[in-house]
């Protein structure tokens, strides 16, 4: 197989890269995420995870990985909390009910392009006012969608989960592998 290469920035997709003992080199997508696609949430994720994927092949020779997740609560889009009255708002919404977490993973090399796309039913246990802005103040939400980080300190706040953890933490790890098959 050709250098596999992990278009990311992401040290959490890093890290499961490493732990898979993948041979690669990390080389973040300038792709600007275009929020004004009009597409279903896995379609969204898909369509950027592929242009993301495209960005970094355009300028480097590989197998290319590129991965795109979001989280939805009613098809409504939750990203990085702007401040901590976002992140603050954002806890409250998922207090006590299910959310989807949503990756959108491409793998291209040359012509041959594949993308699919992983869903993740996430259900969060009623939180406190004092828990939602106790874990406000901490650093941990500011650089994650829908404001929780579920292998940080938000673990707590998770009831169930249905589906890949590992897609909730950014890369939908069986998915990668399966995907990963169709390039040897």
Do not use: W
Not at 49 to 59: G, Q
Not at 131 to 156: C, F, H, L, M, N
């Amino acid at each position: 197989m050709k250098q596999l290469i992990l278009a990311s920035g992401s040290p959490r997709r890093k890290m499961f890269f490493e732990r898979l003992g993948l041979d690669f080199r990390q080389v973040p997508s300038r792709y600007e995420e275009d929020m004004t696609l009009d597409l279903s949430p896995s379609e969204l994720v898909m369509e950027l995870s592929r242009r993301k994927a495209f960005e970094v092949a355009s300028r480097e020779d590989g197998v290319v990985v590129a991965c795109d997740t979001m989280v939805f609560f009613d098809d409504k889009r939750l990203g990085k909390p702007k401040d901590k009255e976002d992140c603050i708002n954002m806890l409250k919404i998922l207090s006590g009910r299910d959310h989807q977490v949503i990756s959108g993973l491409t793998v291209m090399a040359g012509d041959k392009v594949v993308t699919d796309h992983e869903t993740t039913e996430v259900h969060f246990r009623v939180l406190s006012d004092e828990e939602i802005e106790r874990y406000a103040k901490t650093d941990e939400p500011y650089d994650k969608a829908g404001s929780y980080a579920i292998q940080g300190s938000a673990s707590v706040f998770i009831d169930h989960v249905n589906g890949s953890y590992t897609n909730i933490v950014g890369l939908p790890v069986p998915l990668l592998l399966d995907m990963l098959k169709r390039f040897h």
